[in-house]
């Protein structure tokens, strides 16, 4: 499919006066989109580029903008075939402590040279840049709001591959023939109170104060079938049958 007209799922966006920043899913190949745009007031788009980040990349890379701060000027070079022709991506982001507007980020393309094993790198200047200035504030926001997302994707996915071990050990489980005793009844539950409100970032912060780990954690998401409240009032309460 098309890079230029695939529709995925948008995790942030921010929006300045003269460009917007997407951040996407494309977690199915282990990385997430940027898409950025530049725009004249009244007059429209000027430039397009993206650029796809590994996971890998952008967990500590957010990490640093969770904070507010870059640890250090972040630049990664990608590039494809068009029809043939190498194109280079470049991805770059710094922080400029002067100005109002900190960190910077910029995504360009232009012509590219094959090196090596089938990198591509620049080959003379872009053709295409547009740059993004956040806030230090902005920058926050973005980051947290896609760790949060990468957070709960990466439980879901947890979840389901327990789910998949589970029915395979039932259904080896149903081919076994044996007797059992008659079950007695089982007692009545005691009331609970309702769950806390709650979401991914608060239970995961609970679960990590509580010294436990994301197996721990994802056990107990599990058993709350997703529930993020009942997740949190489970852990609370010691029932989440975490070791």
Same mark, same amino acid.
């Given at each position: 499919?098309?890079?230029?007209?695939?529709?995925?799922?948008?995790?942030?966006?921010?929006?300045?006066?003269?460009?917007?920043?997407? =951040?996407?899913?494309? %977690?199915?190949?282990?990385?997430? +989109?940027?898409? !950025? @745009?530049?725009?004249?007031?009244?007059?429209? #788009?000027?430039?397009?580029?993206?650029?796809?980040?590994?996971?890998?990349?952008?967990?500590?890379?957010?990490?640093?903008?969770?904070?507010?701060?870059?640890?250090?000027?972040?630049?990664?070079?990608?590039?494809?075939?068009?029809?043939?022709?190498?194109?280079?991506?470049?991805?770059?982001?710094?922080?400029?402590?002067?100005?109002?507007?900190?960190?910077?980020?910029?995504?360009?393309?232009?012509?590219?040279?094959?090196?090596?094993?089938?990198?591509?790198?620049?080959?003379?200047?872009?053709?295409?840049? =547009?740059?993004?200035? %956040?806030?230090?504030?902005?920058? +926050?926001?973005? !980051? @947290?709001?896609?760790?949060?997302?990468?957070? #709960?994707?990466?439980?879901?996915?947890?979840?389901?591959?327990?789910?998949?071990?589970?029915?395979?050990?039932?259904?080896?489980?149903?081919?076994?023939?044996?007797?059992?005793?008659?079950?007695?009844?089982?007692?009545?539950?005691?009331?609970?109170?309702?769950?806390?409100?709650?979401?991914?970032?608060?239970?995961?912060?609970?679960?990590?104060?509580?010294?436990?780990?994301?197996?721990?954690?994802?056990?107990?998401?599990?058993?709350?079938?997703?529930?993020?409240?009942?997740?949190?009032?489970?852990?609370?309460?010691?029932?989440?049958?975490?070791?």
């Amino acid at each position: 499919m098309n890079e230029h007209t695939e529709t995925r799922t948008r995790i942030h966006t921010v929006i300045t006066r003269s460009a917007i920043l997407h =951040v996407e899913d494309a %977690l199915e190949i282990g990385k997430l +989109r940027l898409f !950025a @745009l530049s725009y004249e007031k009244g007059k429209g #788009a000027k430039a397009t580029a993206y650029h796809f980040l590994d996971v890998a990349d952008a967990r500590p890379l957010l990490a640093d903008l969770a904070t507010g701060k870059l640890a250090e000027p972040y630049t990664e070079y990608k590039g494809s075939r068009n029809g043939g022709e190498p194109v280079s991506r470049v991805l770059s982001i710094k922080d400029k402590p002067d100005q109002k507007s900190a960190i910077i980020v910029e995504l360009s393309r232009g012509p590219g040279e094959v090196i090596g094993a089938g990198a591509v790198k620049p080959k003379g200047k872009p053709t295409t840049s =547009v740059s993004i200035f %956040l806030s230090r504030w902005e920058a +926050r926001k973005l !980051a @947290l709001a896609v760790l949060e997302y990468l957070t #709960a994707y990466a439980v879901m996915r947890a979840i389901g591959l327990a789910d998949q071990q589970a029915t395979a050990q039932e259904d080896g489980e149903s081919e076994r023939t044996f007797t059992t005793a008659e079950p007695e009844p089982e007692p009545e539950p005691e009331p609970t109170e309702p769950p806390p409100p709650a979401d991914a970032t608060t239970f995961w912060r609970a679960v990590y104060a509580a010294g436990l780990g994301q197996v721990d954690g994802t056990a107990i998401v599990r058993q709350a079938a997703g529930d993020w409240g009942k997740a949190l009032a489970m852990l609370l309460q010691g029932n989440g049958g975490a070791r």
